[in-house]
């Protein structure tokens, strides 16, 4: 089971990313949990200074905009 | 899949890239290159005149329209890929440990190239000061990044030349110099809200140590203009019909005689009215240029244009979340400040 967080305060891009991982999520048939960041503090506790930003397991794996897909199917 | 074909498949999109970049390099050329005539033969077709004030208003949104936007996707593409060099996490290495002075130039400078999103003004900004970049510095930075962007400046050479793109990189990197040195100097961190001076007690940086191929860039090239352009035409072509209302219309020196450059309230004047608006550079770009056709005073009009891109309400109410009130007022009049005297200095010297 994958444990998904993706990082972000609301903005479009975090949007978009979210529906991304949960799309390649769903088409590889991974089992995961998906949970959404908005706290600003929890946000920099993982290091990260441009949203959205993706940690899976506790790594943060991706900082900085929409991932792209590929980046997104290595994950899984 | 096999190593060996994985890497003949990325050489063939690689050679994709190059061709399509080519092609559209040479595309893009000749576009350029026949805008005059392209909105002569449009007004032309309409069975329209330019002596009239309808088709000069006309003539001015077709061939503004198609300059700005070839204009910007060009340069955003090249942005795009030049940024993928630059992320904050490398600015923030490069900056931090570093003094005063040489800190707050190269942290104006980094602005311009590096990939900065209002929206994440706040993790960056506490990114920066939690891995000892100064107070004073991080500012610098924070001021430079939106105000002088690729989008602003490419428009402004655009429409009036590169004497006075140059003069707005040289001064507006100078305002953020400035402004970031006068914040260092008055060691406000303890207007810091609370719990950003927490945080910055103990915190590891995290590298983001990627590399990427050259089709990853051009790809980011790509998702760049995409997205830029894309939420950015709207603002572009209501500024340039806005515009060209303005230049069709609007009687010939109308402005002159309250955004002229004998008349002292009208920087102040401008600065005020910029902070509420709230609209990137390239929807402000097209009004500028119409007011200026009209006599406005060039000082006055691109301090009204930093005030409103640099000073915006939005902005400062997400840096409240980490900024205490009276630092977010300090900020706000030391920028103000700086912008007033490019005005003035702006309008005596031009």
């Known amino acids: 089971m994958k444990e998904i967080k993706v990082l972000g305060t609301g903005c479009a891009n975090c949007r978009n990313t979210i529906a991304l991982v949960e799309a390649v999520a769903k088409e590889k048939g991974v089992p995961f949990s998906l949970e959404k960041v908005e706290d600003m503090s929890a946000i920099i506790g993982y290091g990260v200074m441009s949203t959205p930003g993706v940690v899976i397991d506790g790594a943060v794996v991706h900082a900085g905009g929409v991932p792209s897909r590929s980046k997104v199917e290595s994950w899984f | ?350």
């Open chain 2, 1 to 350: 899949m096999s190593a060996v074909s994985i890497e003949t498949s990325s050489r063939s999109k690689l050679v994709h890239w190059l061709a399509g970049i080519s092609v559209a390099t040479v595309a893009w050329v000749v576009a350029y290159s026949q805008l005059t005539a392209f909105a002569d033969w449009l007004v032309d077709v309409l069975g329209l005149s330019r002596q009239t004030r309808f088709g000069e208003a006309l003539h001015f949104f077709f061939y503004d329209s198609p300059k700005v936007v070839l204009l910007l996707t060009g340069i955003v593409f090249v942005m795009g890929i030049v940024q993928t060099f630059f992320s904050p996490e490398r600015t923030r290495a490069l900056l931090s440990g570093k003094r005063q002075g040489v800190g707050n130039v190269l942290a104006a400078s980094l602005g311009i190239v590096t990939p900065f999103c209002s929206c994440s003004a706040v993790p960056l900004f506490i990114g920066f000061l939690s891995a000892g970049v100064p107070l004073g510095v991080t500012f610098s930075f924070l001021i430079s990044a939106p105000m002088v962007n690729e989008v602003a400046l490419v428009l402004l050479f655009g429409m009036f030349g590169w004497k006075v793109a140059a003069l707005y990189l040289g001064l507006g990197l100078l305002v953020a110099i400035i402004a970031g040195l006068v914040i260092g100097q008055l060691k406000m961190e303890r207007h810091l809200e609370d719990w950003v001076q927490k945080i910055l007690g103990g915190q590891a940086a995290h590298p983001a140590g990627e590399t990427l191929s050259w089709v990853e860039r051009f790809e980011a090239g790509g998702a760049h203009v995409k997205e830029i352009v894309g939420k950015v035409w709207p603002y572009i072509l209501a500024g340039i019909a806005l515009g060209a209302g303005i230049h069709g219309y609007v009687p010939e020196d109308f402005m002159a005689s309250f955004m002229g450059r004998d008349v002292w309230w009208a920087v102040p004047a401008a600065v005020a009215l910029g902070v509420p608006m709230y609209t990137n550079a390239a929807g402000i770009i097209p009004i500028v240029e119409a007011l200026i056709g009209k006599g406005a005073a060039l000082g006055t009009v691109l301090a009204f244009m930093m005030s409103v891109i640099a000073l915006s309400a939005p902005e400062m109410i997400i840096l409240r979340k980490a900024l205490k009130p009276t630092l977010i007022a300090t900020f706000a009049g030391v920028v103000a400040t700086g912008i007033l005297v490019v005005g003035y200095v702006f309008n005596m010297v031009l």
